[in-house]
């Protein structure tokens, strides 16, 4: 069935990139909204980070407007997450997913994520 692949993160210092990848199979991806959501360290939930719909629309959480950018690409079935600037308050474990995000943060399904350490 669904499967989902996050891949990209690692350990950066602050200011610095990251791009996140997150390969789908087993759905017809491009019919699908997608999103990125992260658990930072200590943390029971997981909270939406960046979503992108089928058609197009973007939507992002306030602390990572103007670093970060969803795109898709949808003959890979891949999601991406561009992070610039980077900030401590940024690590987490993130997260893929489909759906509208108060669907998606519901979901029983996650992929094992993608750790992402911001730290001089």
């Known amino acids: 069935q669904v499967q989902l692949v996050e891949s990209g993160g690692g350990l950066v210092q602050p200011g610095g990139s990251l791009r996140l990848s997150c390969a789908a199979s087993?759905?017809?991806?491009?019919?699908?909204?997608m999103g990125w959501y992260r658990q930072a360290p200590g943390k029971k939930q997981r909270e939406l980070v960046a979503?992108?719909?089928?058609?197009?629309?973007?939507v992002y959480t306030d602390s990572v407007k103007g670093r970060f950018t969803i795109s898709r690409d949808n003959p890979k079935n891949t999601v991406y997450l561009q992070m610039n600037s980077l900030k401590p308050e940024d690590t987490a474990l993130y997260y893929c997913n489909r759906g509208p995000p108060r669907t998606a943060l519901k979901a029983d399904y996650w992929g094992q994520g993608t750790q992402v350490t911001v730290s001089s």
């Open positions: 979503a992108l719909t089928a058609g197009g629309n973007t």
């Open positions: 087993g759905m017809i991806f491009s019919i699908y909204d």
